[in-house]
């Protein structure tokens, strides 16, 4: 999510809510879908999306007087990790409370909303574990995602608030994806920002979101993002692009020196049924402006492949596999992207072993990370200077919502 490519040794920060393809299909399933009957069985949450092998539990719906049938889940998960070579002030061992949310949302009617509440973490590769509470407080504070939603008919609807990106293929926390911990390629982009969002059916086949927003999150509203997805059969096809119209020096930890820059993505889904098959590839550039302080432009190329396997009885194993690397030196003026120096590069190997039954899940990520072309002081260990690290990181969680439907 490029919230944490400038860390070093001394500085300690941390942070997509959906995939765009998967977010896309939901949004155009609730446009075109008529309201359940009274006494049918409640469904999923329909702007919620699960990328990876889990399974949310259908609402529980209420009365709401005057706002009407609400649907509401939650979620309660503990975080422990364990990994070598750590860099100060993270520890070799931890653990936390990594999610204690509820998600309430009016999914029926021309005008709809979504409420996504509490506390969250959001685990990277390559950089140090933030907790829940320097997380909400340095991020998107305690209601990440917000927004009104109108439908303009059955195949368009608007939407205005705080919103999941449209880019890139994995989200941003941690229940949502293939893996616990999120991936160098991810770090890139961003997760959330704030703006209006169109989306449209085009044909049988294609939808289609464009955003205006305030990028990474900056407040500043200049970036347009959009995102087109083919689905056929098992196949799912997304193109994802993103930029800055203007500039902007500003920054904080949620709003890296990347939010001037542009990003594309292009990501290939197979569904079929035990195996979830997902390529990806990415790329970014941070154009030179010395008024917002890059000298040199710089640019990030790489990719990723997911792929998840059910088995039997909940038990299933996703793995995920990145490359990335960035372009420039030490020397050139080039900005530190990655977070192990300037024209460095890193891969990262990550399985998630994973058990759900009903409402409870336990899963562990055995992941490792290394860098390449690196830049002593920013990489690994007490002195920087460790090109691997090694993790092994466990959650343990309980999904709530309408357990009798199940």
Do not use: C
């Not at 320097?134 to 109108?150: D, E, I, S």
């Not at 709003?255 to 820059?261: C, D, E, F, I, L």
């Not at 690397?325 to 190997?349: M, W």
């Amino acid at each position: 999510m490029a919230l944490l490519t400038t860390f070093t040794a001394a500085s300690y920060a941390a942070s997509d809510f959906s995939s765009s393809a998967a977010l896309a299909d939901a949004q155009d399933a609730q446009a075109t879908t008529p309201a359940a009957a009274p006494a049918a069985a409640p469904a999923p949450l329909s702007t919620f999306v699960l990328t990876g092998p889990l399974q949310w539990l259908p609402p529980a719906i209420f009365d709401a007087g005057p706002l009407g049938k609400l649907s509401v889940n939650a979620i309660m998960t503990g975080f422990a990790q364990f990994q070598d070579n750590s860099v100060s002030p993270d520890h070799e061992s931890q653990a936390t409370l990594s999610n204690g949310q509820v998600f309430i949302q009016k999914p029926d009617g021309k005008v709809q909303y979504y409420i996504q509440a509490g506390v969250y973490t959001m685990p990277t590769l390559g950089v140090p574990f933030v907790n829940a509470q320097n997380t909400v407080n340095n991020f998107f504070g305690p209601v990440p995602v917000a927004f009104l939603k109108v439908l303009a008919g059955k195949t368009t609807s608007f939407e205005i608030g705080s919103l999941p990106t449209l880019m890139g293929a994995e989200s941003t926390f941690t229940y949502q994806n293939f893996n616990i911990e999120r991936g160098i390629v991810w770090n890139q982009e961003n997760a959330i920002s704030r703006g209006v969002q169109v989306n449209q059916t085009l044909g049988k086949y294609l939808s289609a979101s464009v955003s205006w927003n305030d990028g990474y999150y900056s407040n500043r509203y200049s970036w347009l993002s959009g995102s087109l997805t083919f689905t056929k059969g098992p196949h799912t096809l997304v193109y994802d692009g993103m930029g800055n119209l203007g500039q902007t020096a500003y920054q904080t930890t949620a709003t890296p020196v990347q939010n001037n820059g542009y990003m594309h993505a292009l990501i290939y889904t197979y569904t079929k049924g035990p195996w979830i098959v997902s390529p990806y590839f990415q790329y970014s550039k941070l154009p030179t402006n010395l008024s917002v302080g890059v000298p040199t432009a710089t640019s990030s190329t790489g990719g990723a492949v997911n792929v998840s396997y059910a088995f039997k009885d909940g038990f299933s194993l996703p793995v995920r596999w990145e490359y990335l690397t960035s372009s420039g030196s030490a020397t050139d003026g080039s900005i530190n992207l990655l977070g192990f120096g300037a024209g460095s590069a890193g891969t990262t190997f990550t399985a998630t072993p994973t058990y759900q039954k009903g409402g409870m899940y336990l899963r562990s990520d055995l992941a490792w990370v290394h860098a390449m072309n690196s830049t002593s002081g920013d990489v690994f260990g007490p002195t920087g200077t460790n090109q691997s690290q090694f993790r092994a990181a466990l959650e343990f969680g309980f999904i709530f919502g309408n357990n009798l439907a199940k």
